[in-house]
Each structure stands twice: as C-alpha cells, then as structure tokens.
C-alpha cells in the first residue's frame, strides 16, 4: 500500500486527483529547526518521521549559549521589527535576501512569546517580564537569554514538545540513524530517504512525500571548530552531489572568543562582551608581566578603541580580524601566543554567576582557571555556517520535495550572521518549512514505480560494500586532520586566491588518496569510523565548494575578507554563490544569482561609527 | 629524555553479548589534552601497547563541553563526561569503561534511552494548546526563574542514575534525573496543570519511593543540579497527593 | 510500499526498564516501611528505652514499670499490632530493599553513600538483636506479663554473660545508629527538610537524639551489671512490687537515681 494517497474528492472543482491527504513528511536532523518542524507538522495533523545521529536532546543546538534575538521592546527603546530586519541585513552585509529576513524579523517576538509559553526558562525583570541582554551588531537590548544555556533551553523546550507527540503517536523517532542520500524519482522528485542504522549499519529506505533537511553547519570541515561532533556537513554534502544547489558555501564565521582546545575550540559567547567583558593586550609586544601588574593605561583595549561606537561589541568578524590583526601584524598577542585576554574580573561574582554562570562554568572547567579572578584567554575559532542549501522562499531546495531548514540552509544571514539570530533562524526556518513541505506533498501525485527506491538503496549499499572491502594504506582520520589544517589555515578569518588555490588542489589530493583509504575496523556493529569514513568523502567534496566559492569571490563582504581585495564590490558580487555538483568532471560549477533589495538599499557597512 | 607518555587501559566489548576484552594504549602526552583527545589520537593510529592492531574505539560523543550528556563513562572508576576529564588531573594508566547499569551497544557506547523513555511516563512537559500565536506567556518572578533554571540544566548524562546504589534491574528506579524534571514541570504555572498525572506516575513500580537517599546523585552530578532537593520536594507532594488521593477516590 | 516500519526507538529490551507509571504497589509498601520505622516502632523504641531506664532504680521499680505496661488494656493486643507485627514488617521488607539495593561505596566513598551501607548493616543487626531479645526474654523461660518481679533477674541472668552484654551493648548502638539516622532518611524523603540547610540542621537534631538514645541503653544496661543490683532476687510477690520492698540482699551501693 502506499501511504496516505488516495483519490480525494475536489468538492468545488467536482472532479478526482490523486494527491496525498495525510502526507508523510521526513525530518532529518534533530536541533531546533527539525524540532520546531515536526512540531509544525504533527500540529498539522501530518505523519513525521523525525531521523537523528544522536539522540535528539543532544543535537548541536545545545551549544547556542546567549540568546535569542526579538524586537520585543520591553526597555523603553523603541526598538522594531524594522530595526531588528536592517540590523541583520547590514550586519549581514547586504549579501541576504531580504524578503526572508524581514519574514524572520516580523515573526520572532511571536516566537518568543511562543518558547516562553513552553516554559523555557528566560530571565526574567523584577517584573516577571522577559529580560533582554544587547548582542553584538546592534544598539538595542534585543536578545532573550536564558542564563548561558539559551540554545540548551530551547533546543529541550522543543524536545519536550516532541516527546509529547511522540508518545501520542504522531512522531516517530529514528535516533542513531543516518541520513544517507535522498530518494530521487525519475522525474526527480524526493519520494523518500535513504538511511543507515548506526547500530547494526542496516541501510533501509523511508518513503516520504516531502523531505526537511535540518543537519545544521559543516564545522567539521575545519578540524577543530566550535561545532559539535556530528557537524559534519555530510548530508548537505550528499545532497549536493544529487543536484541540490548549495549558496554562499564560502561564508564561514570565525568567532573572535573561543578557549582553544585540543579536540575541539570551546566557545565563549559574545555574552561575555554583552555584560561588559573587555577585549585587550598588553600594549608592549613580549610584555611578559601578569595581567594584574599592567596598569590599565598600559592595556591596549583594541575593539574600544578602534571601533568607539559599539566597542567590544562590534559583530564577530571585525572582532575577528582586529584580533587577527593585533596578534599576527601586531604582535601584542599574551606571550608572544595567539591568544588575546577577555577580561570580566571588573563585574562583581554576584552579577557574574547570575548571568553567565554556565559560559563561566565551562572556561574553569576546560582550563582550569576561574574567569572571575583571572581574565580569560581566547583566540578565533570556525563557528557558523552562513551558506548551505540553497533554498526558495518557501524552504525548498531546487529539488522537488526536499526542504532545507536551519543551519543546513544559507537564507537569513548572508555574509555575516549577528549574535543571537541563529536560534531565531532554525526556529523560523524549522516552522516555515514544516507547513510548506505539508503544502507541498498534498499536492503531489503519485511516483511511478517504486519511486527510485531500489536503485538508491542498491547505490547506497555498493558505497558500504566498497568501503567494507577497501584494503589501502590511508587512515580516515589522518585525511580529516590534514583537511582540517589546510582548511583552518586558508579558508577561514584572511584569504588569499593563491592558498586557496592551494587548498583546492591539497583537497583534491586528499580525495585522491581517499580512494586509497584503510577501514581498520571492518565489523558490522555500531561501527563509528566506517560512518565517519563515509562522512569524510562527503566532507571533501563540500570543502571544494568552500574554497573554491571563496576564490571566486574577489572582494571582501562579512566574514569573507581578502586583503588583496579590501573592498566590498557590490556591482561584481552582491550575489548569492550557487555551487551545483558537476558529475563528469567531479567537482562543483559556480552560478551567480542576484539579491533581492527591495526594502533596503545596500549602504557601506562601517561599526567605527553609526551606521 | 624518555618522550612523557600517557597510559591507558580500555574495556572493551565488540558487542552486547560479546567476551570483555582490555586493550592498552600508550600515546604521546599534549598539554591540554583530555579523554575525548585521546580516543581519537587512538583511532588515529589504532594500535595496542604490545603492537597489535586493532580497531578505534567505540564511544559517543557531540558537543565536547559538558552540555549534550553523550559522553559519559566510567573513567578511573568514577562515572563522568569524559570531554571534561583532563588528562592532567587523572590517575595513570587511565582506566576506561562503559557505564555498568546500561546495557552495552560496543566498547565504551551504552543504550541510554531509559532516561528518555522515563521522561514520556511522567510527561515531562508544559501541555501547550497549540503553537499558533496566543500572546506572551505566563508572568514568572525572577525568584521563580532562579529556582527553576538550574533543574532546565539537566543534561541527560545518566551519571545520577549510573551512581546510584538503588538504580538496578531489580527496583527499577526512575532515577533522580526524572524526579527533577517532574519538580521543573509541576512548578512551571502552565506545566504544573499535569502534576497529579505526574505525581501519580511517580507513585508506580520504580518510583520516588525506590530513593535510598545515598545521595550519590547530587555528589556525582556534572551540572550540580539540585536533585536531593528535588527528591524531597516531590516526595513531599506525592505524600500530600496520596492523602488527598485516600481522601477523595 | 509505505508498509509499517518497525518503530526506531523502544524501551530497552535489556537494563533497567523504565518506570511503571502508576501500576504496582510498591510505593504503598515502600512508605509504609518508611513510617512503620518511626511510628509505631521509633515510637516503642523510645518507650522500652525509657521504661528500661527504670532499672536503674532498682529491681522493684523496674517491676512495678513492667507491670504496668502489662496491665494496660488489650495489652496483648496492642503489643501484636503495635510492636510485633510492625516490626516484623519493617524487618522483611527492610531486608527486600537491602537486597534489591546495589551497593557502590568502594567507588563512591561518599558520606551519604557510607551512611546508605550503615543504615542497611545496623538494621541487619537490630533485627538479629530483637528477634533473639524477643524470643528470649518475651517468649522464653518465665514469662514476664505472668511474673513481673521476675523481669529484673532475668536480664540480669542474660546479661552474665560477657558475650551476650557485648552484644547487647553492640546492637544497643547500631539500633539507635538505625533509629536516628531513619528520622533523618524520613524526614528528608517526606520532604519535611528538603534544603541543604534543614537537612544539615535535621542532621544535628538526629545527631543528639542518638546519642541521647545510646546513652539511656548504654546506662540501663549497666543498672543490670553494674555492682548495684547484684544478684538481683528471681521473683518479687505482687505485694513486694506494690510494696515497694525488696528481701534480696540489699544494694551494694545506693544508685544516684535510687530513691
């Protein structure tokens, strides 16, 4: 039988079509985009099959410490929804389309009222209001936090209400399986997914009249980053080998505070700055003294000085960059090292532990320091992913049925994503996308066929027998470490078109020696390097969108910044990148699509002043 | 000078039902590094201190900071998150092993969705009516807020049940994670409309009453959740609901 | 095509199962154990405690307090359904929970957890203790309720061995470890003190009451070997009790409480 299609009479038009009335609809991840689209879809009276690596209540979103933006404008500043819009288009650097982001803008008080029903616990006025804190980007008390923890607060809210469904039936959850590739028909049209059991590495079909992708970034792809495990881009990635566009892949944000670390770069939130932490160095390069013995005219506040009007809270990749530029040109870094101080030790304990208790938590317990006493040390680290699928204005990727949510998409964030927007995106994003993929699949006929199942799942299994079979000399891990390097080196906060040159051909190189790859464990059980070796090729081939969308792009807009190229160039570039997978020559093509402007004329995006 | 080292003993497991096997691992010592660093450089280069080959270890991980609850194990024979576990501070050769009260899935990775399932008995959750707007939520004081925020923390780690001497096949016992987040949903004033159904889940085979208040859970706990508090308070409120229970049915 | 796929994620097949929402009546039993320790037992505990202090004054007024607990109306009664039966159950189903329970102590050597193994070790004691103190001092050789005068030199005549003293004094001390430490358990399970602070406060409180509870076991015991009462006479006439008199040997030495 097939599912929920059936010959629904059309009572005004008096006549039969095939259409899905109850539609089955995949969502694949499990942050708060996936969530907040199952709970759009199962409200909808629709059937979800939610799939996820991890269990979903430890999905990436957890990580999201300060909070989440709303022009709510409960301090008295007349803050709008019009300012929260050009504040993310200008920080954004004019390189999103502004439609959605208005779309975003508008709906985000009613989201926050939304998560504040399900109980996520906000910090609250002596009234029993919603507090808000100021983020970087902007000039208004406009983001809604949570403590520390704001993605871990609404990522469980969210989780809850899932869990709900799901003990009602309406969910079903595939925890600890992984998405593979998307079932095409011959027209190619998504009918399904193709997944592996992360357990007994079972590779099974799920038919699906629609599909939400909502794997979040690739932070992968740069080794260390301040990304989670699973963050590996590999579902983009397969689905941009089947044809799915994949925009602005060369915009990366580095984010100016994380706390290196050797297997991952922990981050201290832009909270830290928002409560009043102060970025400096030592003014004399080797000045080798304790923090506590410089005096403060002998402290070099950088951000403050450089940028008066917003000070530490410029957006993360001017922040970025000027640390870039004190340690590296400069040479101010704390010991001659990359590392800068983010000083807090000026606010009391009390309001310290109150607002920041959680991001203080992690510094004294990865380093060992306690923040409050001691300034913290930070250094740049990958954070976000601004580009990602490309999708329409209703979610939907250029493959029919497959939807895009979340970090997985490029949509609201352009060259530069503010602080605090990105919970607001994936939940915005996650909500439209669940109604739209319902709309969508009522509407779609039948698949011919079996719909392409067999000959993916067939695919897919040849893929695992290979690797299963495979009997080179290269370790998977090793090609990851070396990728990770190459990438952080060229492709993250200052590019040059001749090391990115570099790195495409290292990357090459790289899938050259993949197909020379050794499995040291061939068993079929909970196998996680096979899955990661599979993941890998992935990641490869989408590290060649990145660097190579990056040497195309001769100008410097948000967190892309070429020197050669100090200016942004908004007649050659003011354009969203759209990558596509070319087969034959096995690598991506590059096509050029115009940005909508309509409500705000693009402006020089400048934080040393108002803008 | 002899290369510092840093030394390992793993138990392992190719499957549930598989002969428990230790392997050891030797590896270069990094400033800075931790458990999590150090299963990867093994998987890297798997290969046990006699040279024999042999495959990476099997073990969850996601956020690495202490705040998706996947990582947690038995390191030096104390359960904990293993991306917080600094080389550093820990007793050498560094002992690995899989929680011991789940059941095994390979190496250090365990079936933990007990937790999961435990959270839908006692429906741990604020009932909305629906996701449509309805304006702004209930007002909620900061003192409120404060009382509740540290109970949101809960990460799913396990670790309070893993160390709990009542947490076994025989009593069946929820665990005080479950019980803190029935406390979190009974006092959130829309959540608080489930608290009977919650109170009186609590009361079935395995519930509150299963508590031997050891106190391990809190002493173990990652976040320092207030979770004997919790314990109390619900055992309090289930007390008061069966007396009401007697009383009314 | 679309056919039912097996559900992804059910309850553990293996491990701990989850909980069973409202079924079972182990929560009934669970909490009645946990009172049935302070009231009627804790309660009687501190009773016998009491009325045992008598000894210190004496054969004849240790008689006179037997007595009068036997004369009290359905005493028989009350003593099954408040002392006998109670006891029995808290002491089954005690045994149950310590069976059922895991202990970790040698991973987790923490106060709390030590005190869990204390509580069960000094129950475990208490229980051997009473049934062997019941059966042969309520249910054995002269019965009591028949003969009070008889009460003091039968004691005296158990206690004359050092072993059996060392025993009595052992479980005397675990029996109050057992007692105070159960107010504290239910207080802080009942959610009578469920801060921090009124748990440490509790801890004091409970603290003093089994020290106190020690004390007034550790002294009695001593009227009944102590050189005070020696040879203590087997049996007194109800008039002797009435009377107040004694024809045994007189007190080696006048006890501070005598009158």
């Not at chain 1, 799939?51 to 933006?69: E, L």
């Not at chain 1, 871990?152 to 209400?161: F, I, K, P, R, S």
């Not at chain 1, 004190?326 to 090292?337: A, N, P, R």
């Not at chain 1, 909970?526 to 040497?551: E, P």
């Amino acid at each position: 039988m097939t599912i929920g299609v059936q010959c629904v009479p059309q009572s005004k038009k008096g006549k039969f079509e095939i259409m899905a009335a109850n539609p089955r609809i995949i969502v694949v991840g499990g942050g708060l985009a996936g969530l907040s689209a199952v709970i759009k879809i199962a409200e909808a009276g629709g059937k979800v099959d939610l799939f996820s690596i991890v269990p979903v209540k430890r999905s990436h979103s957890v990580c999201a410490q300060g909070g989440i933006n709303a022009a709510k404008n409960l301090k008295g500043e007349g803050d709008t929804t019009w300012n929260h819009f050009d504040d993310t288009v200008y920080g954004g650097d004019f390189l999103a389309n502004q439609t959605p982001v208005k779309g975003m803008c508008e709906a985000a008080p009613g989201i926050i009222d939304l998560l504040d029903r399900m109980g996520v616990p906000f910090n609250r006025t002596p009234e029993g209001l919603l507090d808000f804190r100021r983020f970087g980007g902007t000039l208004f008390n406009r983001t809604a936090f949570a403590g520390a923890t704001t993605g871990q607060q609404l990522l469980y809210a969210l989780d809850e209400q899932v869990r709900r469904y799901e003990s009602e039936d309406k969910v079903q959850k595939y925890e600890g399986w992984e998405f593979l590739s998307a079932v095409l028909d011959g027209n190619r049209v998504c009918r399904g997914i193709c997944a592996m059991n992360l357990r007994t590495m079972e590779v099974r079909n799920f038919p699906a009249d629609a599909i939400i992708i909502a794997t979040g970034g690739n932070g992968a792809l740069f080794g260390r980053s301040t990304n989670s495990v699973v963050c590996t881009g590999s579902a983009n990635a397969a689905l941009y080998q089947q044809g799915a566009y994949y925009a602005n892949g060369e915009f990366i944000q580095v984010h100016p505070t994380c706390i290196p670390g050797e297997d991952k770069l922990r981050l201290m939130s832009e909270s830290a700055r928002g409560e009043g932490g102060r970025v400096w160095v030592p003014r004399k390069a080797g000045d080798s003294r304790a923090w506590n013995s410089i005096p403060s005219e002998e402290r070099f506040y950088f951000l403050e000085e450089w940028y008066p009007k917003y000070g530490n809270l410029v957006p993360r990749d001017v922040a970025t960059r000027a640390i870039h530029r004190v340690v590296f040109e400069l040479g101010l870094g704390i010991d001659g090292q990359a590392m800068v101080y983010l000083d807090l030790t000026h606010i009391d304990r009390a309001t310290l532990d109150r607002k920041l208790e959680g991001i203080l938590e992690i510094y004294e317990k990865f380093v060992g320091d306690d923040p409050r006493e001691v300034p913290m040390k930070i250094f740049p680290g990958m954070h976000y992913t601004m580009g990602g699928l490309w999708v329409d204005f209703n979610q939907m990727t250029n493959i029919a049925g497959v939807f895009a949510a979340g970090e997985a998409e490029y949509q609201y964030h352009g060259a530069n994503r503010l602080g605090a927007n990105s919970l607001l995106s994936c939940i915005y994003g996650g909500s439209l996308a669940g109604p739209k993929a319902i709309e969508y699949a009522k509407s779609l006929p039948a698949a011919q066929g079996d719909g392409g199942h067999a000959a993916e799942k067939k695919r897919q299994e040849e893929i695992n027998t290979g690797l299963m079979h495979s009997d080179g000399t290269e370790n998977p891990f090793k090609i990851w470490r070396e990728l990770g390097e190459t990438m952080t080196k060229n492709v993250t906060v200052i590019r040059y078109n001749k090391a990115l040159k570099e790195t495409d051909e290292k990357i090459y190189e790289l899938l050259e020696r993949y197909r020379n790859i050794n499995l040291s464990d061939k068993t079929t059980w909970a196998n996680t390097s096979f899955a990661f070796t599979r993941q890998l090729y992935n990641m490869l081939q989408l590290s060649r969108v990145v660097a190579q969308g990056a040497a195309l792009r001769d100008e410097s807009r948000g967190a892309h910044y070429k020197p050669d190229f100090p200016d942004r160039d908004d007649e050659r570039f003011l354009k969203t990148t759209k990558a596509y997978f070319a087969p034959d020559v096995d690598e991506p093509r590059f096509e050029f699509e115009p940005v909508d402007t309509q409500f705000i004329k693009p402006r020089p995006r400048r934080y040393d002043a108002a803008k | 000078m002899a290369e510092r080292t840093v030394k390992f003993e793993v138990k392992r497991q190719s499957g549930p039902d598989a002969a428990v096997v230790w392997d050891k691992f030797e590896l270069p010592y990094h400033p800075g590094m931790n458990v999590i660093s150090s299963l990867r450089e093994i998987a890297a280069n798997p290969t046990t201190v006699d040279g024999k080959a042999t495959t990476p270890i099997a073990y969850d991980s996601n956020c690495l900071e202490e705040v998706c609850g996947s990582c947690a194990m038995v390191i030096n024979g104390k359960a904990r998150m293993a991306c917080s576990a600094l080389i550093d501070n820990l007793e050498q050769p560094v002992k690995l092993q899989p929680l011991t009260k789940f059941p095994i899935v390979r190496d250090l990775m365990v079936d933990r969705s007990v937790l999961f399932e435990n959270l839908k008995r006692v429906k741990a959750w604020v009932p909305l009516d629906g996701t449509y707007d309805l304006g702004s939520g209930p007002r909620i004081l900061p003192q409120v807020q404060e009382e509740n925020y540290p109970l949101s923390r809960c990460i799913s780690c396990t670790i309070c049940m893993e160390v709990c001497p009542q947490f076994n096949e025989s009593t069946g016992f929820v665990g005080a994670a479950t019980i803190a987040q029935v406390k979190l949903f009974n006092q959130h004033p829309t959540g608080k409309v489930l608290k009977e159904e919650r109170l009186h889940a609590l009361m079935g085979d395995g519930g509150i009453q299963e508590c031997g208040y050891a106190q391990n859970c809190v002493q173990a706990c990652p976040k320092q959740l207030p979770l004997t508090r919790a314990i109390s308070d619900i055992g309090r409120d289930v007390i008061i609901q069966s007396v009401k229970d007697l009383f009314t049915t | 095509m679309a056919t039912a796929v097996s559900p992804a994620v059910t309850p553990p097949t293996r491990g701990v199962q989850p909980l069973q929402a409202g079924e079972g009546h182990s929560f009934l039993l669970r909490r009645l154990h946990s009172l049935s320790g302070i009231v009627p037992i804790g309660a009687f505990l501190v009773e016998h405690f009491v009325s045992n202090f008598e000894a210190l004054k004496g054969p004849v007024a240790y008689a006179q307090q037997v007595r009068f607990l036997n004369a009290l109306p359905f005493v028989r009664v009350l003593e099954w359904t408040f002392i006998f039966l109670p006891l029995l159950y808290h002491a089954i189903y005690g045994l149950y929970i310590w069976f059922r329970g895991k202990s970790n102590v040698v991973y987790y050597p923490w106060a709390g957890n030590w005190m869990y193994v204390a509580q069960r070790w000094t129950g475990m004691i208490a229980f051997i203790y009473i049934g062997q103190h019941v059966w042969r001092q309520r249910f054995s050789g002269v019965s009591l309720p028949e003969h009070p005068g008889a009460a003091f030199h039968k004691v005296q005549m158990e206690l004359s061995n050092p072993w059996i003293l060392a025993f009595y004094a052992i479980a005397i001390i675990a029996t109050c470890w057992h007692f105070a430490y159960g107010v504290w358990l239910f207080s802080a399970k009942w959610g009578i003190t469920p801060g921090d602070k009124a748990r440490r406060k509790m801890g004091y409180v409970c603290a003093a009451l089994g020290i106190a509870l020690v004390a007034i076991g550790l002294s009695s015991l001593y009227a009944f070997v102590g050189p005070w009462y020696k040879n203590a006479p087997a049996d007194l006439t109800p008039a002797q009790i009435t009377n107040g008199e004694s024809t045994s040997s007189a007190p080696s030495n006048e006890p501070p409480a005598s009158k």
